[in-house]
């Protein structure tokens, strides 16, 4: 199934975007028609193959949002991290643990993004030593760990009753 997804991504965003922002914009399309061909799979025998159905959406639909907002700089990074609460939230609606994983990921690269423009530290060298700010990295992380077992909490199925 996914190399169906993977091919079907490839040949209509080949066919119909020649790249930039549009394919973001028809990368995220076609994610959400893999969400709807996904939820339509759930209801039936075939609940399986929606496993990469669901996977491709939010990859699909993360990932263009994330090229479009990200060069919005902070606010953009914002509204990656809100995304990303949204697709934890998803999961419990779908009932399909991808989107909360998808989620927490969407969050630790938002949160990666926050700790390096606000330590003006690069992956090679660094910016402004004298600037830089030790304490930043844990403190985001541990807000951001904070957070998703604060989304685990709210999301958690509750036994049913009888």
């Known amino acids: 199934m996914l190399q169906i997804v993977l091919v079907a991504w490839l040949l209509v965003a080949d066919l119909l975007s020649g790249g930039g922002g549009w394919t973001a914009v028809l990368t995220m399309l076609i994610g959400i028609a893999y969400l709807l061909a996904a939820v339509a799979v759930d209801g039936g025998a075939g609940r399986p193959y929606g496993f990469w159905l669901h996977v491709a959406a939010g990859l699909l639909i993360g990932g263009g949002a994330i090229w479009l907002l990200a060069r919005a700089h902070t606010v953009g990074w914002l509204l990656v991290a809100a995304a990303a609460v949204g697709y934890v939230l998803l999961a419990r609606t779908l009932a399909r643990s991808s989107w909360a994983v998808l989620g927490v990921l969407g969050l630790f690269v ?44 709210v999301s958690r199925r509750q036994p049913e009753a009888g």
């Open 110 to 153: 938002a949160s990666d993004h926050f700790v390096l423009a606000w330590t003006h530290i690069s992956f090679f060298f660094t910016e402004g030593a004298s600037r830089s700010r030790p304490w930043v990295p844990p403190l985001v992380f541990t807000c951001m760990g904070v957070l998703v077992v604060a989304l685990a909490l």
